[in-house]
């Protein structure tokens, strides 16, 4: 049973960095063929993809918020990070690191966090 925990910080402040970390229980991140995600939702909304880092180490974002996101991960501690810049009180969300499985046919999510709320204000 693969575990994924997501910390950090549940207030920021307006121009700041948001940083949350990942820390994966249960199976290795760098296992063959997996993505690890990082997903959020806001108050009120839908989910919104934001950006993953493969079992290789490449990442991929979001074209909305490529300017802002970085995915990076540290093997020796089988942790993912996510690093969000210049937030505003639009950035309020719930977010979620999941572990992304995919086949020829199609993509889903087959293991997620509980999620943790960062709230941008001053």
């Known amino acids: 049973q693969v575990q994924l925990v997501e910390s950090g910080p549940g207030l920021v402040k307006p121009s700041q960095t948001l940083s949350l970390t990942c820390t994966v229980a249960g199976g290795s991140i760098t296992a063959d063929s997996y993505y690890w995600t990082w997903i959020r939702q806001p108050p009120g909304k839908g989910l919104e993809w934001m950006g993953a880092?493969?079992?290789?180490?490449?990442?991929y974002y979001s074209p909305s918020l490529k300017s802002r996101t970085s995915v990076s991960r540290d093997t020796s501690k089988n942790q993912l990070t996510l690093q969000l810049t210049s937030v505003t009180p639009e950035d309020t969300a719930v977010y979620y690191c999941?572990?992304?499985?995919?086949?020829?046919?199609?993509?889903?999510?087959?293991?997620w966090g509980k999620g943790t709320l960062v709230t941008v204000s001053s």
């Open positions: 999941a572990r992304e499985s995919r086949n020829t046919w199609s993509v889903w999510m087959d293991y």
């Open positions: 880092i493969t079992y290789s180490g490449s990442a």
